[in-house]
């Protein structure tokens, strides 16, 4: 691995540290000014539209310059989310503004992360060569699982009651901070600062690519043809389809393990953010494993995605810990070691057939399109007062039911051409938009 590849890593870890910790803070923000329970999966909703409405645009903008210094310009637009959020009492005059002003906030936030999105990606496929990509990715998603938990668990200690009458107890802090979530989200500016200070040690990588369009409605249509050119793939629509319900279930699954620490076991957020890291710590073991998985073995792992469909409904039935654990661990390890293989499949048959930039801009809308199906519908069960058992159920029988249509579609997919598998591995990029 290059040295550069490292660098990467590092600066992708420290993003994802803060992005979550920033959720944390922002639902213990919502919970303080007294927002319904269903607003935080909607807040989350409004994060995932910015990668669904500037997906036609992003894939151009980080093709279009050196992705290092994209890392770094879509960094920045993060911290203004932050520093807007952290702004909420000064912006806003009451309690229903200032729940707006949350809402707006991580959605700048969420703009951030949907241009970020496609030169983190697309520079691993510029870096590594083919048969490195499942490793590369296998670190890559290991370490962002990690920043998951660390993020996740950062948030939940910033915002428990000793830590933060510690942190307003400080001189430093409390000339600029007033509550506990005022608080977390200044020590979390700093994360994102550090991010940005290691995008810049990224280095080139001399890799080119024609001209970008910057017409917007060229910009649209051609992104529509991208879309088109992945799906009609045999091996893109069958990764596209996996990765895509992947992310749509784990953001989902994200606020069910919040919910159920709640309603099942009797947690408060802080203690509730644990487990969410404690499935973390599962999806790294899961992504360590599958780095093991060769790229033209990658889709022997499709079973593995119903089996975690039927260990999510093994959480109605757990209350002591070490069980609360042991399922979360095993459905964190289980997700990891399916959607690695798929992920780095999906990224390489989108860098033959079209770009870095653009093919992970057609993986981000299509991924984001299902969490706001996802977090909606959820949503609206929270809305109905669906005891969290009852949705747990739902979610788990519908991921496995949808991976056994996913295996049904792929073997009819190598039923029709014997020799599909032989094209994973090729090299060059931008196959299919050659005349």
């Known amino acids: ?95 229903h503004s200032q729940l707006i002003l949350v ?44 920043s998951i938990i660390i993020g996740t668990v950062l948030g939940g200690i910033l915002i428990h009651p000793s830590v933060s009458d510690m942190l307003l107890a400080h001189s430093g802090i409390a000339q600029f901070a007033q509550t506990r979530a005022e608080a977390a989200i200044f020590m979390i500016a700093f994360v994102y600062l550090m991010a940005a200070g290691t995008n810049l040690l990224i280095p080139l990588t001399n890799v080119r690519y024609p001209k970008q369009q910057t017409n917007p409605v060229k910009l649209i249509r051609t992104f529509g043809g991208y879309v088109s050119i992945l799906w009609h793939d045999k091996l893109g629509q069958i990764s596209l389809a996996v990765t895509t319900l992947f992310w749509g279930a784990g953001a989902t699954l994200q606020f069910i393990v919040i919910e159920w620490g709640a309603q099942h076991l009797g947690y408060r957020l802080d203690q509730a953010s644990v487990l969410m890291g404690i499935a973390a710590v599962g999806t790294v073991f899961g992504s ?51 959607v690695v293989p798929m992920n780095a499949l999906l990224q390489h048959r989108g860098h033959v057939l079209l770009s870095a930039g653009h093919s992970i801009a057609v993986q981000n809308f299509n991924e984001q399109l299902n969490i706001l199906l996802m977090l909606a519908i959820y949503s609206l069960m929270l809305w109905l007062n669906l005891p969290i058992n009852v949705i747990i159920v739902i979610f788990g029988v519908l991921v496995a039911t949808l991976m056994l249509i996913f295996i049904r579609w792929n073997r009819i997919n190598h039923r029709a051409n014997p020799n599909l598998e032989s094209t994973i591995g090729q090299h060059g990029h931008g196959q299919a938009l050659k005349p």
């Open 1 to 95: 691995m290059k040295k550069g590849f490292y660098l990467v890593m590092i600066a992708q870890a420290l993003s994802s540290v803060a992005d979550n910790a920033l959720l944390i803070a922002a639902i213990a923000l919502i919970a303080d000014l007294q927002g319904p329970d269903w607003m935080a999966p909607m807040m989350k909703w409004w994060f995932a539209l910015a990668y669904v409405v500037l997906a036609a645009f992003v894939g151009a903008f980080a093709d279009s310059f050196p992705k290092g210094r994209v890392m770094f310009i879509t960094n920045a637009i993060k911290i203004s989310g932050c520093l807007l959020m952290f702004s909420y009492q000064t912006l806003g005059s009451d309690h």
């Open 103 to 146: 809402f707006c906030a991580y959605t700048l936030v969420g703009i951030g992360a949907a241009a970020y999105s496609p030169a983190k990606y697309g520079i691993v496929t510029e870096m590594l060569p083919p048969h490195l990509l499942v490793k590369g990715n296998s670190w890559i998603e290991g370490l962002t699982v990690l």
């Open 288 to 338: 360590i494993l599958a780095g093991r998985v060769p790229l033209k073995r990658a889709l022997s792992v499709l079973p593995v995605g119903v089996v975690m469909g039927f260990a999510v409904m093994l959480m109605p039935i757990v209350r002591e810990t070490w069980e609360v654990y042991g399922v979360l661990l095993l459905v964190g390890a289980l997700s990891g070691f399916f």
